[in-house]
């Protein structure tokens, strides 16, 4: 329009626009604005070729093409431009991963049906009509929109949630028990109210929670590291944070390790702001996904609880990010585009003058440091809250119990599981390793069963009764006969898995109530959510569980933990994984006594004496720390150094070690910088889906320019059109 022309971010029909697609192609190219003009940011559907793509209108065309050649933008869809924080973040981050800016911008336009025109739909919600009968069918209608309150669902995604053919709900609909509402397809989220459900902090708590409201207010860049026990009221104070964000008008994010846990926290959001917020993960159906795209890029949303790639989403005014149980390593992508979530958070916060909140029990040496050094402000939540206490740690020296072969719970442990489940209390046993074994040998050849794409080993799933390859998910029926010698009924399991455990169990306790908690048990996150509530209700005495149980889940008449197997992640030969195994035993411990009931960690240990063992039991995280920190320090690797993991992957093993060699020679442009290369060598796995995987290290000092180097090297190299070159910043394994 002729009053907008004077806005440079304004584009008549006919200007010239330099747009970003989501097409592989490094540069940005030129375009003219369509009628009506467009701006700074409008997303657009351009054509390339003879097909039309998404892009974003990213500033002024250079006019270095032809313009009689310049085509015509197609149409600039309905919804908010992208902000010039979001630009710049993407940007920087394109630049901090090595990625092209083309492929960052996929990543924040993940929505289904970005570019369909708005239109009305149907919807299909819960009303308070009866109908003349119920049958089991009806019964899962009508639970399954309980439990989803608010959200519209189309009439496709109610029957598939509830598992019913489309005419079940159509049948409801008649009684008005279902209502069939038009709405427009992307509504505005319900409004949450900061006053509401404010609960009462503990001295502790209220004074870290206003350092943060302080902080939020501001609207400034800051990062914090909120550290606190479980249990000791982290999520109560990054509440008020939250609420400061709502009343400031800006939006939040918050950012959890686990799908599983978001059920729980939705819960509490709509207890403390009086409604749901947006939610934002893999397991939201694509309507919803949609909606919660546009509203956020709109306003419209003032809270997302999500996944790592909920901080791609075009936010109009983030004021807030929170990155819950920030050490979890399920915030590293090592797919795609290698980023961590939680440096990325950071980073996305400067160019939006937001608040960062890392909060943990156990964070990562990363935050840690950070956080001495004075980059991040630390708050500490001393105590539990309430009358909960933390559990008392003791070793069981395994080299002392009576242990059959193939029997895995000692003598101790079992008596001590037998008292908690005679007081009434819930006992918890720790295993991390999913299936039923770790290994499957053949008793007549020798050998173990492995997966034939990787170099990996197939793993027993006895639930499932097959073998699974937990590197490419490969599964395949449990052979009767060994596949080398062919010989029958020799295959053996060794080593004990969750599955496993739990016949243990079953032996051992042959009348007490047992659950199960593996990710290969469940169907959906429903049905797991179904187990953790009926866990949380009393509804098992004895709880065997992975890597799942030690993440967030509130189980309050839990007062044991028995780990298995506390050697088990001290093998590992990378500098992590003495930071990963305290952390983890620290949290699978935290899970005793959440209540009033004082609980009690038992860790079965072949290694008493190990420093990280006696680092847990001690209590003593500072010197813990300090301790890791100074090893780090001393191999010059992150944080104290800079880090670059370099794989090349390839069906062709040769081709793999021959370019690697290639690369590890002509390191010029990295010895300009004074980094290092090491290797090749192979990947810490070394085969994936049939891929031969090599690896160089590169190590530099904190202050060079890494990526511009590692570009620079990297480009000297022509790469066989089968070899994956992938370059990962900050690697979680050195
Ligand atoms: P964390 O996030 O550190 O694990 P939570 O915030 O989940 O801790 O708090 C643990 C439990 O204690 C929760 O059930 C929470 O509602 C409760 N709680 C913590 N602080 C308070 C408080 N000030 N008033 C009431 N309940 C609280
Ligand atoms: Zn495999």
Redesign the pocket.
Known sequence: SAEGLENDHDFPEGALVSVLTTQPIDRFLDYKAPEGGCSIGSFVEVPLGPRKTLGVVWGKGDGKFDPSKIRKISRVLDVAPMGQDMRDFLTRAAEYTITPLTQMLRLATRAPGLSDPLSMQKIYRLGDGVPDRMTPARTRVIETLQEYGGLGFTLGEVANLAGVSTSVVKGLVKFGTVLELDTPRDGPFPTLQAGFGAVELTEDQSSAAEELRKSVATADYESFLLKGVTGSGKTEVYMEAIAECLRKGRQALVLLPEIALTAEFLSRVEKRFGARPAEWHSGVTMTERRRVWRMVGEGNAQLVVGARSALYLPFRDLGLIVVDEEHDTSYKQDDGVLYSARDMSVLRATYCGATVILASATPSLETWANAEAGKYRRLDLESRFGEAQLPDLKAIDMRSEQLPSARWISPTLTAAVKARVDAGEQALLFINRRGYAPTTLCRACGVQIG????D?RMVEHRFLKRLV?H????TKPMPTACPSCEVEGKLAPIGPGVERLAEEVAELFPDVRVAVLSSDLFGSARALKEQITSIAEGGADIIIGTQLVAKGHNFPNLTLVGVIDADLGLQGSDLRAAERSFQLMRQVSGRAGRSEKKGVALLQTYQPEHPVIRAILSGDEEAFWQAEAQERQAAGVPPYGRMAGIVLSSPDVQAVFDLGADMARRDAPLRKIGAQVFGPAPAPIAR??GRHRVRLLVKAEKSVPLQRALSEWAAQFKIPTNLRLSIDIDPQNF
């Open positions: 997966c034939e794409q990787c990996a390859c590197q490419c998910g490969e994936i889906r």
